[in-house]
Structures are given as structure tokens and as C-alpha cells.
């Protein structure tokens, strides 16, 4: 099977799912409706419940019944601070979000989002939504033309926008304003950084201080930086060492901020109780925070025994680079103690760099590439709740989804490494363009 076929199996598979999810959710509203009389919930709809602000927030110059509720955090605390005041405080001593929740955000997000609160609210959750669907379907497509694959684009972007657009897990994701879609976007600019030939500082720069903007990230920034860190030679190390320090310096500069902020993560993290899809339903909450770093030490650590040379290592990790990435995201989402569905939305960030492994990946058999693309074709449109795939499945059951599939890509990174050739160099140092000792 032709690698073009094998992407456009995994794009259009998944988009198709979508749109039979669709219509079949459509045929069956309006059979409810000939047989009963009833009309039905609407699809795609919520899987929690609309959040409107409240009447309140007419006092605050917000817009009440609008949605948003987490963007409104932002909002918020933004706009304190543009003020003069504190972004989590008022000067009375209560918490600027408008429903009286601890704000849910790190300092350097709030900084950013200062100039947005020129704007009246309604404009500016518009302006938050668009601008981070459009950022992740332009870095995506440059991603692509970068490596030869423009010809993709259309079909990547025809995936990501039947998720997000179409699915329940993208509605929700929209209705609370949520910022999983900037997660995506930090998760292309990282793999790019894999990828891309020479050193991308600027972009490493970029991902670490999106990392710093939303802490859900951080498992899966800082430990996919570190298998590029542990199996690269020294003048690649740097870049993936950008990561984790910009991340840091993202947040550490504004030490007040995060001493404010701790009592969110007191609130969401440590006094939690598991809840969404979290791993914490089945291990110790030691375990689970564990998991990220035993995955890459797994993962470099057979990188580490088969490569003899830092170019074989450096082919080995192009080669396990985007099966990681997928195995590492659902680990990521599943970190979290309180982890609620709508991050789904940050898998589509490990699709474009799939596509690209699809097609480019060396010492990578096709048989391997097809086995890849079948498992994440099936594991979306359940992870994404589609009508009729696992649309009544429970957090725990859904969690169970993330744990085989993070398994499976796992084990996709084993076989290829150990049944890659150990002569992954001609003589002169030049990598082999045969694929006949291939994974």
C-alpha cells in the first residue's frame, strides 16, 4: 500500500467517521421525532452542560448568557491586570473570576491576553477561537510544505476541522473557551524541532513559552524535549533543552503570579479527587505522575541500545518520533488528577507530524506505517465521543481508550527499533536510502 494511500486512509477514515456520526445522529433525531414526537438533543451538543456567565457579569461589562466560562478566567484576570491590580485578587480580597472559582490560569497567560480586553467579551472569546483554530491549521500546513507534503494539507485540515467543528468533544471545547487548541499548536513546533533539518531555536523559544501559558502541557512538552535531549548529539541538545527552560522562564519571571496561583493547584491538582480522564481512576496518583518520565526513559533507552552512533540514534528518533508523540499525548491528557474531555482537542497537534511520519519516516516498513494508521483511525472518533463510537462510554471506560492506545504506540516504537538494522550506516557515513532492512 502507497504511503499517499495510507495518510489519505487516516485523514479521509476519520472525517468520514465524523460524517456518518453526523448524519446517522441526524437520521435518528428525526426518527425520534416521526415515532414520539420529540425532537431530541441536538448534535453535536455539550457533554457536561452550557455554562452562560451569569446576570452579574452585566457589572463587569461582560456580555451575560454568553459562553466561555474558562476563557472568561482569562478574561478576568487579563483585564485586572491591565488595571493595575492583581490577575487572581481583587483589591477586596476575592478572586476576579466572575463565578467565584479560584483563576485557573499561570501568570504569563494572563499577560498575553491583556490586549484582547480592549475588546467587549463576546468579540474576544470570537477573536481567542479563531485565532488558535487558524495558528494550528497554518503552522500545520507550513509544516507540511516544509517537508514536501503540501498535498496533505487539505486533507489534514478536512481531519482536524470535522473534530473540532463536529464532533461533541470539539463542541465543548468551544463552548467553555477552552486553550487545548494552543496546546496542539506548542505540540506541531515541538515535533517540528524533531524533524526539521538544523536547529530551530525560535521555534524550541515558542513551544516552551507556550508551555508556560497552560500547564496541561507541560508533561508533554518537557518530556518529549527530553527524549531529544537524552538520544541527540550535543549541537541538537540545545534546542531541546529551549524547552523546558523557556517554560521555566515563562513562569518563573512572575514569581508573585505564581505564589497567587497556587491555590488553584491546590484546588484542581492536589486536593482533587480523579475525575474525567485520569489514570488516577486505576494507579496511585505517584504512579500516574510517573508515567510520562518512564515512557521516554523507555523509549531512549532502546533508542540508546541500538544506536551505535549519533547518527543511527538520530534516525531511530525520526523513525519512533511520531508514535511516541501519540503514546506521550495520551499519557499527558490522562495526567491530570481532575482531567476533563474537552483536552482531547490538544491530539489534534500530534496529527500533523503524523501525516509527515507517514510518508518520510525512515527504516520504517510500510506494514509498520499501516498498522500505526489503522489504530489512531479507529481511536479517534471514540476519543472524540462520535455518535456511535463510544458516545455513552463512561471517563473510566474512556481512559481505558487512552491507556491501549498510548500501549500500542508504544509498542509501534519497540518493533521498530528492535528490528531496525544494525548497520544503519554505510562506510562513509551516509545513511542507507533502502528500506529492504527497514522495521
Not at 457589572?59 to 487579563?78: C, H, I, R
Request: net charge positive; charged share 15%.
Amino acid at each position: 500500500m502507497k504511503r499517499s494511500a495510507v495518510v489519505n486512509l487516516f485523514c479521509y477514515g476519520v472525517t468520514l467517521c465524523v460524517m456518518l456520526g453526523a448524519a446517522s445522529a441526524t437520521i435518528r433525531r428525526e426518527y425520534d421525532l416521526l415515532r414520539e414526537g420529540s425532537e431530541g438533543r441536538p448534535y453535536p451538543s455539550t457533554i457536561y452542560f452550557v455554562l452562560p456567565l451569569p446576570k452579574k457579569s452585566a457589572a463587569e461589562n461582560m456580555l451575560p448568557g454568553a459562553t466561555g466560562a474558562d476563557f472568561s478566567q482569562v478574561y478576568t484576570s487579563a483585564r485586572s491586570l491591565r488595571q493595575g491590580h492583581s490577575a487572581y485578587l481583587t483589591p477586596r480580597g476575592r478572586t476576579t473570576d466572575i463565578f467565584g472559582r479560584p483563576a485557573g490560569y499561570p501568570p504569563l497567560m494572563n499577560w498575553v491576553y491583556i490586549p484582547i480586553t480592549q475588546y467587549r467579551y463576546d468579540i474576544a472569546l470570537l477573536l481567542h477561537t479563531a485565532f488558535w483554530a487558524a495558528a494550528l491549521v497554518l503552522m500545520s500546513g507550513w509544516f507540511l510544505t516544509r517537508m514536501g507534503l503540501k498535498r496533505h494539507w487539505l486533507a489534514l485540515t478536512a481531519l482536524m476541522g470535522s473534530l473540532y467543528c463536529v464532533t461533541p468533544i470539539g463542541y465543548t471545547h468551544i463552548e467553555r473557551g477552552q486553550f487545548d487548541v494552543m496546546v496542539a499548536t506548542a505540540t506541531v513546533l515541538a515535533m517540528m524541532c524533531v524533524v526539521l533539518p538544523r536547529n530551530h531555536f525560535i521555534l524550541a523559544t515558542i513551544a516552551g513559552l507556550m508551555g508556560a501559558l497552560k500547564w496541561t502541557a507541560v508533561s508533554y512538552l518537557g518530556c518529549f524535549a527530553a527524549l531529544g535531549f537524552l538520544v541527540s548529539e550535543n549541537r541538537r541538545r540545545f534546542t531541546f533543552m529551549l524547552i523546558p527552560i523557556m517554560m521555566a522562564v515563562g513562569t518563573f519571571s512572575f514569581w508573585q503570579g505564581v505564589m497567587e496561583y497556587w491555590p488553584t493547584i491546590q484546588k484542581y491538582e492536589i486536593d482533587a479527587e480523579p475525575g474525567g480522564v485520569t489514570f488516577e481512576w486505576f494507579l496511585p496518583r505517584p504512579v500516574v505522575k510517573a508515567i510520562p518520565v518512564l515512557l521516554t526513559l523507555i523509549v531512549s533507552g532502546l533508542i540508546w541500545w541500538r544506536g551505535r552512533s549519533p547518527l543511527e540514534r538520530r534516525q531511530l528518533l525520526l523513525a519512533v518520533a511520531a508514535p511516541f508523540s501519540i503514546s506521550l499525548m495520551c499519557v499527558a491528557i490522562c495526567f491530570g488528577t481532575l482531567s476533563y474531555e474537552y483536552h482531547t482537542v490538544a491530539m489534534l497537534g500530534v496529527t500533523p507530524g503524523f501525516v509527515v511520519w507517514l510518508e518520510r519516516a525512515p527504516i520504517v516498513r510500510d506494514r509498520m506505517r499501516l498498522a500505526a494508521a489503522i489504530g489512531f483511525t479507529l481511536f479517534m472518533p471514540y476519543a472524540f465521543r462520535v455518535f456511535g463510537f463510544g458516545d455513552l462510554w463512561t471517563p473510566e471506560s474512556m481512559t481505558l481508550l487512552y491507556g491501549t492506545l498510548a500501549a500500542y504506540m508504544l509498542g509501534v516504537c519497540t518493533v521498530i527499533i528492535l528490528r531496525a538494522s544494525p548497520a544503519l550506516v554505510s562506510a562513509d557515513g551516509r545513511w542507507q536510502p533502502s528500506t529492504t532492512a527497514a522495521a
